[in-house]
């Protein structure tokens, strides 16, 4: 099967122009284990600059995506590689061999050359063994890296368990873990560089997660407050979530500008948020702050809903994952007034992330059979547990054939640095820079023969120019 590339994706949903634009997402590419009686979870995903998904979790029985079958008994946490097909690239298994949910795979992510970074929770009291290293007895937590074959490079122990990881456009790791703690991390040997004390609450810990913005900032969900750090880890602002003891809070992205979407949920009591009160519940909340201050610049809710994690979008769309009503999975679009948009039924997300417009990579798990766009997948053996799925939920096709680049629409040079010069047959006027998550990065007027524009303020990373007929061209910035 031919290599794919997220160039080629986004190539191919931009390319079907606005009525693509339109298209509601679809289940592609779907995985799920396919043996075993018991649990297994996807915790964390991600997706690497050729389209590859990265998925990892925990498993108390044997495991199988279509690959590697993995038996009961060699190791509780779970990492795997597939493209943007489904078909599983490599598979491996980790930690000790743990029934009780002890050792969990908890977070993915991908640095620009593609080596995979894995951490997750061990007990401390069992042997955790990765590729044939051991840590050391008494560890709660590790950060593995792997090359992007699979091949580990390094497995590094902590005091606590590590929460979620992410890496900044330098190829520099950033974990959160335990409590109370993020850290910088040496990507030759997961050695701590730099350290930080966050605070937050014991709840939900599996959601405090990780954002870096263009400028290398990190953001982290603490639980009870969203502190943003610089690269150095000095605290910048943090805004302080005051809740009652029954209020979770979730996953925090940041959308093109920079901002970031959170989410609470609360059964009952008050919840104060930049000096507003909120007090009718049961309800769901979607709040946005700004990026560089931290103040709150909206908090409403959409309803009784426990919404997981909110991607800011193009236009001022959002895309909210949870439980809606009865509790079922869906994605819905809203609109800016949280006026919902469309919905799509799927399964239980622990985890997502955009990589394109209405195109994202989710992993989580389904406790019953599920029907998915016209497909079933049945739980092994008729188990009534949870078990681990992930894949592409997208609008156009994935895996399509990537079309023969136009000679007529010319960016140059590509990849590009500080300007790039548009050149060709787009449609003369107004035109958008987007980032792969939709969001509108910067507006530009085009005139024939050519134009140039300044991009020396995008972080690095893939982009689309599209004109007002729909015609897009991909470009990428690299430093």
């Known amino acids: 099967m031919r290599a794919f590339s997220s160039l080629s994706l986004i190539v191919a949903l931009a390319l079907n122009g606005p009525s693509g634009q339109a298209q509601t997402p679809t289940h592609q590419s779907v995985v799920h284990n396919t043996t075993g009686a018991t649990i297994s ?109 699979g091949t580990l490079l390094w497995v590094k122990d902590f005091a606590g368990g590590v929460n979620a990881i992410a890496v900044d456009g330098n190829g520099n790791p950033f974990i959160n873990y335990g409590d109370a703690t993020i850290e910088k991390l040496d990507p030759a040997n997961g050695n701590s560089v730099a350290s930080a004390t966050g605070g937050g609450d014991l709840q939900n810990v599996g959601y405090h997660n990780l954002a870096v913005d263009a400028s290398n900032n990190v953001i982290a969900q603490w639980g009870n407050k969203i502190t943003k750090y610089d690269n150095a880890l000095n605290t910048l602002w943090s805004t302080p979530l005051v809740k009652p003891t029954f209020c979770e809070s979730f996953r925090i992205s940041l959308d ?48 009784a809903y426990k919404i997981k994690k909110v991607i800011g979008g193009d236009a001022g769309t959002l895309y909210a994952f949870g439980d809606f009503a009865f509790n079922d999975p869906y994605l819905v679009k809203y609109d800016a007034s949280l006026t919902a948009l469309s919905s799509v039924l799927t399964f239980d997300t622990k985890d997502v992330t955009a990589i394109g417009p209405d195109c994202f990579v989710l ?104 004109d007002r007929e729909g015609r897009s061209q991909r470009f990428v910035v690299a430093r």
């Open 41 to 149: 979870v996807v915790n964390g995903v991600a997706a690497d600059a050729d389209g590859n998904m990265i998925i990892t979790g925990w498993r108390s029985d044997a495991l199988d995506f279509g690959g590697t079958a993995h038996p009961q008994g060699t190791g509780a946490i779970f990492l795997a590689k597939f493209d943007a097909q489904g078909t599983e690239l490599w598979s491996k298994v980790s930690g000790s061999a743990d029934l009780n949910g002890n050792h969990k795979g908890m977070s993915v992510a991908v640095d620009g050359n593609g080596n995979v970074y894995n951490c997750g929770w061990v007990f401390a009291v069992e042997m955790a063994t990765f590729d044939g290293t051991t840590l050391p007895v008494g560890s709660a937590g590790y950060v593995a890296k792997y090359s992007a074959s």
């Open 256 to 303: 093109g500008s920079g901002n970031v979407w959170a989410t609470f949920y609360a059964l009952f009591g008050t919840v104060t948020l930049g000096g507003t009160d909120y007090t009718t519940f049961p309800n769901g909340y979607i709040y946005n702050l700004d990026g560089s201050t931290g103040a709150v610049l909206s908090c409403a809710s959409p309803g």
């Open 363 to 466: 992993g989580g798990a389904h406790d019953a059979n599920i029907t998915l766009d016209g497909t079933t997948y049945d739980r092994p053996n008729g188990s009534p547990q949870d078990n681990a799925i992930a894949g592409y939920l997208c609008a156009g096709t994935v895996g399509v054939e990537e079309r023969t680049t136009n000679e007529d629409l010319l960016l140059f040079p590509n990849p590009a640095k500080d300007d790039i010069t548009v050149r060709g047959d787009f449609a003369q006027g107004s035109m958008q820079v987007l980032a792969v998550d939709g969001s509108i990065e910067r507006a530009i007027t085009y005139t024939r023969p050519s134009t140039t524009v300044d991009v020396s303020g995008l972080a690095n990373g893939i982009y689309l120019l599209r």
